[in-house]
């Protein structure tokens, strides 16, 4: 079933590189600090020794997996994409569904695995779509600059 953004932009472009960067850095920053708290608590259950293993690795992951699923599907944006005004949705403009997102990113890391040529095919690429975009058939898009209401 697709599922359509509560307002449509007729008139969508690419994101560009630069900007899906640095929307990624500050996601970064934000999954650090969601695994520092995991970490913080894993810890506090283990009466205050380290936890490792692949029970903790894999709490992670799939915690990381949950951030951008649930943000994607909602309204397909990050916290750093909405900073940064793009928006990940289908290639014909619809929002993700879980499965679509779990998707987009298992195969990212598949992007990442060559240095991040993945993500820099977005450079070479006509449609400046990355390697997990094209096979997750999804796309960022730049989304406009909101006009001020007026009271």
């Given amino acids: 079933m697709k599922r359509a953004f509560r307002t449509e932009i007729p008139d969508t472009r ?17 999954i650090v600090a969601i695994w520092m708290i995991t970490g913080f608590a894993a ?7 380290a936890v490792e293993g692949p029970l903790f690795n ?3 992951f799939i915690i990381t997996f949950l951030f951008f699923g649930f943000f994607w599907t909602r309204n397909g944006q990050t916290l750093g ?3 940064w005004r793009i928006r990940v949705q289908t290639l014909d403009g619809y929002k993700l569904s879980w499965s679509r997102s779990l998707m987009r990113f298992m195969l990212s890391i598949l992007s990442w695995i060559p240095f991040g040529l993945g993500y820099i ?10 390697w997990h975009d094209k096979w997750s058939e999804t796309c960022v898009v730049q989304l406009p600059k909101t006009k001020p209401v007026d009271d």
């Fill in 58 to 60: 894999t709490s992670l």
């Fill in 81 to 83: 994409m909405q900073a």
């Fill in 14 to 30: 690419p994101a560009s590189f630069g900007k899906r960067i640095l929307a990624m850095t500050y996601d970064l920053m934000l």
């Fill in 121 to 130: 095919w977005v450079l070479f690429s006509d449609e400046r779509l990355a």
């Fill in 43 to 49: 810890v506090a259950l283990n009466d205050g020794e």
